[in-house]
């Protein structure tokens, strides 16, 4: 039996008929389309299904989509929500050469985001840290340690000149 959720992803909201055994992955990725959130491990290992939920980090594959009900989802699609002005933490993994396959690249950049909107100066073991749970097999993820240290100067508020 399908039961009827309402979901907010990325600012729009849909109202749905799910089945109770579909995950939050499954749902963002076969019913709206937004694709941009990867499959890799399906078991909670990989991090290549992170999203945000009530700005929280959670791995969309291990949860019930059912459970949504009424919740604020955040994908990477929500980075950049006209598709050209890309948010910073994207033009710095750009910039950095923190891409190489991409397969990661969803769910590095949202744990980025829920990293910097708590501490938008991390130290590196901060970032490491904070993207343990995201596995990237090409990288080495210096590059994507720089690219987040640098999202995160980007984001900071521009200081106001001092009037005279
Ligand atoms: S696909 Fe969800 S953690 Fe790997
Ligand atoms: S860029 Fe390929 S897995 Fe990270």
Redesign the pocket.
Known sequence: MKHDIRLTVNGDTYCLAVEPWRTLNEVLREDLNLTGTKLGCGSGDCGACTVLVDGRSVSSCLTLAVEMDGREILTVEGLAPSGEDLHPIQESFIEKGA???????PGMEISALNLLSANPRPDDTEIRAAISGNL????GYNKIVDAIAEAGRRMQPKKKQPTR
Do not use: A, K
Request: charged share 10%; aromatic share 10%; net charge positive.
């Open positions: 891409i190489q396959c991409g397969f990661c690249t990237c097999r090409c990288t």
